[in-house]
């Protein structure tokens, strides 16, 4: 088992942090696997064990480390999750580690330490964060390699455990369930293996989506095919955003070999929602209506947020329409329902009281004083002094604030941040926007801002600079990014990345 790999963004993590004893201890495991993304090698899988002794306790330090390279349009992206636990010998896990890369230099760091019925969260080796909860039943990494040899596991069995999620912070229910025998075409050779086919399903989880919305997330679910000896040989798990991750167990040389770049594999492409019929001035749409097809989900009218901007219309089975209106702020709302204080407060993520964001937000916003003027100001101010990369990942504000490069998170990001430095309410829309790529019309994923004036909450899009957004912003989820240190505010977008198709039924011109 290793693992889950939540995200559909081009997040970069690194090796974990040396909570004990590093490279040191006797070793117990070192296994490697070739991952594929369509017919292109994208990388490898390396799964590492050692022992070592702590207080006089025999500890078992476990590393799954995954590499891969993809493209997206003229860039080449390097993508890379280590993540890890510290067990006893009979697989009761005492600490958990995780090393993020967030943007160019910048690292997030949490290590936890299980106490009781806690997680102790620390960041960056320094800072506490909120506990987490935790079951003593969880099992460790090195642990779970063995369940099926353990249990000497037969076709039609089925076995539960606890497992730990790093990327989300939260103990989830695993199961195995063991299908039978499989005749198995293996990459680069010519016969078929008779292997056992297991596949892991992780409990969905509850995701908080917006202000009051819960949704519930599937985690992906992955195929191994195991030889007589219970030993992986090959393993499939559907990733968002990138399609059919496929593992192959090998051999050290043979995993860090170089391969094509050409075979790698276009996230810029694979993303892209294709239309049949373009949109003629996209941006400047005052209405439009969309038939919107999510594939493979229990409830699809829920996948696409509803407000006074965009409502969900009749819905028929997994199709339903979207109306979607350019914003306005005429008319204004109800005072009463101003938004929690989260929305004003610096985060780790929006870090509105870092010396240089404000310094931005003053120069963007000079004496102006009413909260709409500000926000169109600083939207203006990030839209011309940002310079577009795919260099980033998703990096925080004040990172952003120093560097001024990154895609759309990044723009959004510093917008938001700058906006609660002038003291107006914002937090970051996801979702989808119109996009002529290649001479194709299609919906690309997005990130923008919006910002709370007059009572109502009101988007703005540094990436385009215009002051509004039209009605080719197709919103998703948004949050506040309050108390969170991971990427779970996107996980909505899991739900339809890869599964959504639209057609355009109309639009109007502002």
């Known amino acids: 088992m290793r693992p889950l790999i939540p995200s559909f963004l081009a997040w970069i993590l690194c090796a974990g942090p040396a909570l004990a004893t590093g490279d040191a201890g006797k070793i117990l495991m070192d296994t490697w696997e070739i991952a594929f993304l369509g017919d292109g090698k994208a990388g490898h899988v390396r799964t590492t064990a050692r022992e070592y002794e702590a207080d006089g306790v025999k500890l078992i330090r476990t590393t799954v480390e995954l590499r891969l390279r993809v493209k997206r349009f003229s860039d080449i992206v390097e993508m890379a999750m280590d993540t890890g636990t510290i067990e006893t010998a009979d697989g009761t896990v005492t600490a958990v580690f995780m090393k993020q890369y967030l943007g160019k230099q910048q690292r997030l760091q949490v290590e936890g330490t299980v106490v009781g019925k806690l997680l102790r969260l620390t960041l960056n080796g320094k800072t506490p964060l909120k506990p987490a909860p935790w079951n003593s039943d969880v099992v460790g990494l090195y642990k779970q390699q063995t369940l099926l040899k353990d249990r000497k596991a037969k076709p039609g069995e089925k076995i539960s455990f606890a497992s730990f999620e790093p990327t989300i912070n939260l103990v989830l229910k695993t199961e195995m369930v063991v299908k039978g025998y499989r005749e198995v075409a293996l990459k680069g050779s010519r016969e078929k293996r008779k292997l056992l086919l297991v596949e892991t399903i992780p409990q969905k989880v509850d995701f908080k989506r917006g202000s009051d919305k819960i949704d519930k997330i599937q985690l992906p679910i992955s195929l191994t095919w ?89 819905v028929q089975g997994n199709t339903f329409e979207l109306h979607v209106k350019a914003s306005n702020l005429a008319g204004g709302g109800k005072e009463k329902n101003a938004p929690d204080a989260e929305f004003l407060q610096s985060s780790y993520f929006i870090t509105s009281d870092d010396a240089k964001v404000m310094e931005l937000s003053r120069k963007a916003i000079g004496e102006e004083t009413d909260p709409w003027q500000k926000a169109r100001r600083i939207e203006r101010w990030v839209h011309n002094n940002m310079r577009v990369t795919a260099q980033e990942a998703l990096a925080t504000a004040d990172h952003v604030a120093r560097t001024l490069e990154g895609d759309c998170t990044e723009y959004a990001m510093l917008t938001v941040a700058m906006c609660r430095a002038a003291k107006v309410p914002s937090r970051t829309a996801i979702g989808l926007i119109y996009a002529d790529v290649k001479g194709a019309p299609c919906f690309a994923f997005h990130m923008w801002a919006e910002v709370w004036v007059k009572g109502r909450w009101i988007p703005l899009d540094a990436t385009l600079g215009k002051g509004y957004v039209g009605a080719t912003h197709l919103k998703i989820t948004d949050h506040s990014w309050h108390d969170e240190r991971t990427m779970t505010p996107i996980f909505p977008v899991i739900r339809v990345v890869g599964r959504v198709s639209i057609e355009v039924l109309g639009a109007e011109n502002r």
């Open 226 to 314: 195991f030889d007589e000896n219970f030993e992986p040989v090959k393993t499939e798990v559907e990733v968002p955003g990138l399609g059919p991750l496929v593992m192959y167990r090998t051999t050290r040389e043979k995993a860090l070999a170089p391969a094509p770049i050409a075979k790698l594999t276009d996230i810029g492409i694979s993303q892209l929602v294709r239309l049949k019929n373009r949109i003629l001035k996209p941006y400047e749409t005052a209405a439009a209506r969309y038939r919107v097809t999510i594939r493979n989900d229990d409830d699809p009218a829920s996948t696409f947020s509803r407000d006074d901007r965009q409502q969900v219309k009749n």
